[in-house]
Every structure is written in structure tokens, then in C-alpha cells.
């Protein structure tokens, strides 16, 4: 370990050079499989529905006649199952605070849970309803508020976290504020400082039963309804939107095609950009372990005087390349503590099992290199002939 520490002192711009390389692979690395695991989840989460026959459609209406998945199915005689994100409006008694409340399933919010300014995710509480709420609106974690739905049921609702800009929420907006893309984004909406001005909370399905909150599926709604193949064709569809009041989004089979195609998207992109940093991650670690012997040789050499072998020499440059490997992360940590608060706040940046484990694989690679090259690069060299030329320079 000393031998090691004063190695690497002598060698400091070097493995400060080497660290920096170790740590932009890293970076790499998880900024891109943060992004394919992004839209992986939150395909998943609409993927059976989606994979099943079906259409996707949205209330357009003031009086809403498929407020809950009864009458839904009073209207889809012959569907299997509907699915989709209900809401309630809740507004104070007086109406000069109007806000919209999403609820949440349990499995949505576990799987994709809004990401968060600051605070927590809803909880059960005896006393109060739980709710995420949007930023922006003057609200803030602990606000506790006596709102109204449309029948005049009152509920005290506490804000337990602050829901961040730039991100996705699951279940549509107010009118105007999405695109439809062809894919599971058409169930959602991109929430950002230009969404609008009507505050909206967030809180679980289990939370709203605990409390009998009278939730329905509204104008913001989504709701997937599968029924069996050839069951209704695109003229009836549209007669029945016609007659009931709400607007066909698309059907499940191209909006399951268009979900693969954009999560696959990413992959295609990403696949050379892996290989590039593959091949950097492993010309990084021969080339960086060879100057660091190449530099180092005299003192290997020394070593060997001493009673030392060569395989000795080997394992002091482990040890070596696992003080870069402790450098490059914590300037990982400093790169996204920094990017978090400022070029990265717009991105999801998650640190998921795959991840993990390709950045595993490479600090594996790097030291199985930072072993296997020294030996390589002296197994050949007299010990003698090493001190002649070294003394010689």
C-alpha cells in the first residue's frame, strides 16, 4: 500500500489524467442507460394494455357520461378490461383557488413516480390526504388546505412534496397543453413552467379509497379500453364518439408499435456509443497501465533488489488503479451533485441495476488489465538489463 501511495503521488498528473478518463466513461454510461430505462418504464406501465386490442380514448365534454369503468363498459358492451388515470377538481369555497387532483394508481406511482423539487411521496395520514403538488404555485411542503369538489364535499389535503418541471406526467393535461406522438407519450404530458396556471396535485388510488374521494375519469383523462379484435370498426368508433361524447387518441395497436419503435430508438442510438466506449474503456486501461509501468520501471526494478518480484510490481499497479477508480468516482459524484442543480436539471439521471452493473463490468475490466498488462509488458525483461538502462538515463 505505501509502495503504492508513493507510486502514485509521482505519477499524480498522470492518474489525474487517467481518473478524468475513467470518470467521463462512467458519466457515459449512465446518463445513456438512464435515458433507456426512462422510456422503458414508462412503457411498461401501459404495455399489456397497449399489447392487447383496443383504443385509446379521452372525454371531450362538459357532461361527461363515462365518469368510472362501469359505465364505460355501459357504452363498450363488449369490452375486457378499461384502464386509465381518474382525477377530481377541488377548488376552495369561495373558487378563488381552482386546482386539479390526479389520482394515481399504487403500481404507477411505485413504477414511475413523479420526480420531486423536494419532499416526500404520499402517505397514508389519519388526519390529512397526502398529495404531491406542482411547483410554481406558491405552495409549499407541510400547506395544508380546506378544499371543495363539484358536490361540496370537503377535504383537507397537505402538500408532502414538490413535483419538478421538465418531466412527464403520467395522465393527460389541461386541453392544449400535449402533442400526440404515436406512442405511450399520448398517455401523458410533459409538465414545464409553461403548463399552465391551474395547480394540480398528485396522490394514490389507495390513499383516495381511505378517504372516499369521489375520483372520475374527466377531460384530463386517458382511458385504454380492450375489447376483442375486429370487435368495433373505425366507423362505429367514430359513430359512438360521436354519440357519447369523447375523442379517439388512437388505437392500442399503433400506439404499441409506435412505443416500441421510440423505446427501441434509443438503443439503436446508443449501440455504436457503447461499442466507442467499450473500446476507449479498454484502450484507456492498456495504454494507461503501460505509461504507468513504462515510468515506473526503475522503481519495479528496485523492488526486485529488494526480494520482490514482477508480480509484486503487478499488484502495486492494482492497487494504483484503484486509487484512480476511488478519484474517477468521486468526480462522478461532484459531476452529477453539480449537473443536478444546473445542465442536468431537465434530465433523469437513475442509477438502475444495469448501470450498476456495466459500470461493475468496466472498473472489473480496468483492473483485470491494470494486472495482466504489467506482467505482459515485463515478463521478458532481465533485471539487470532494466537497471542498465534506467541508470543509463
Not at 79 to 103: H, M, P, R
Not at 114 to 133: M, Q, T, V, W
Not at 145 to 157: A, F, G, I, P, T
Not at 380 to 392: G, H, M, S, Y
Request: hydrophobic share 45%.
Amino acid at each position: 500500500m505505501k509502495s503504492s501511495l508513493k507510486l502514485f503521488k509521482r505519477n499524480i498528473i498522470v492518474n489525474i489524467l487517467i481518473s478524468l478518463q475513467v470518470a467521463i466513461v462512467i458519466a457515459l454510461v449512465i446518463l445513456f442507460t438512464s435515458a433507456v430505462m426512462e422510456r422503458k418504464e414508462y412503457y411498461k406501465v401501459c404495455e399489456d394494455e397497449l399489447s392487447s386490442s383496443g383504443v385509446v380514448i379521452e372525454p371531450s365534454t362538459a357532461d361527461i357520461i363515462m365518469r368510472n369503468e362501469d359505465e364505460v363498459l355501459d357504452v363498450f358492451t363488449e369490452a375486457t378490461n378499461v384502464t386509465g388515470i381518474k382525477s377530481i377538481g377541488l377548488n376552495t369555497e369561495d373558487y378563488e383557488f381552482q386546482s386539479i387532483a390526479k389520482i394515481y394508481p399504487d403500481d404507477i406511482m411505485e413504477i414511475i413516480p413523479p420526480r420531486l423539487e423536494k419532499g416526500h411521496y404520499p402517505k397514508y395520514n389519519s388526519d390529512f390526504i397526502e398529495c404531491l403538488a406542482a411547483d410554481g404555485f406558491g405552495l409549499s411542503i407541510g400547506d395544508v388546505l380546506e378544499l371543495y369538489d363539484d358536490n361540496q364535499e370537503k377535504y383537507k389535503v397537505k402538500v408532502c412534496g414538490i413535483i419538478s418541471f421538465n418531466q412527464y406526467i403520467y395522465g393527460k393535461g389541461v386541453p392544449g397543453l400535449y402533442e400526440n406522438h404515436g406512442d405511450y407519450r399520448d398517455l401523458c404530458y410533459l409538465f414545464t413552467k409553461s403548463s399552465g396556471d391551474k395547480p394540480f396535485f398528485i396522490t394514490t388510488q389507495s390513499i383516495a379509497d381511505e378517504f372516499n374521494i369521489n375520483t372520475f375519469f374527466r377531460y384530463d383523462s386517458s382511458i385504454i379500453v380492450n375489447f376483442p379484435e375486429n370487435m368495433y370498426n373505425s366507423d362505429t368508433l367514430e359513430q359512438m364518439a360521436y354519440d357519447y361524447g369523447f375523442e379517439i387518441i388512437g388505437n392500442n395497436d399503433s400506439l404499441n408499435k409506435g412505443s416500441i419503435e421510440y423505446v427501441n430508438e434509443q438503443l439503436y442510438t446508443l449501440l455504436p456509443l457503447s461499442i466507442v466506449i467499450l473500446i476507449l474503456t479498454i484502450f484507456t486501461a492498456i495504454i494507461s497501465s503501460m505509461i504507468i509501468i513504462m515510468k515506473n520501471l526503475k522503481n519495479f526494478a528496485i523492488f526486485c533488489l529488494c526480494g520482490e518480484t514482477w508480480r509484486y510490481c503487478s499488484l502495486v499497479n492494482i492497487v494504483n488503479f484503484i486509487f484512480i477508480l476511488i478519484i474517477s468516482l468521486a468526480l462522478d459524484v461532484l459531476f452529477f451533485l453539480v449537473g443536478k442543480q444546473t445542465f442536468l436539471s431537465t434530465t433523469l439521471v437513475n442509477l438502475s441495476k444495469i448501470s450498476i452493473l456495466v459500470c461493475v463490468g468496466i472498473v472489473t475490466l480496468f483492473i483485470i488489465l491494470s494486472a495482466i498488462v504489467p506482467i505482459l509488458v515485463v515478463k521478458n525483461k532481465q533485471l539487470k538489463d532494466v537497471l542498465k538502462i534506467e541508470f543509463k538515463q
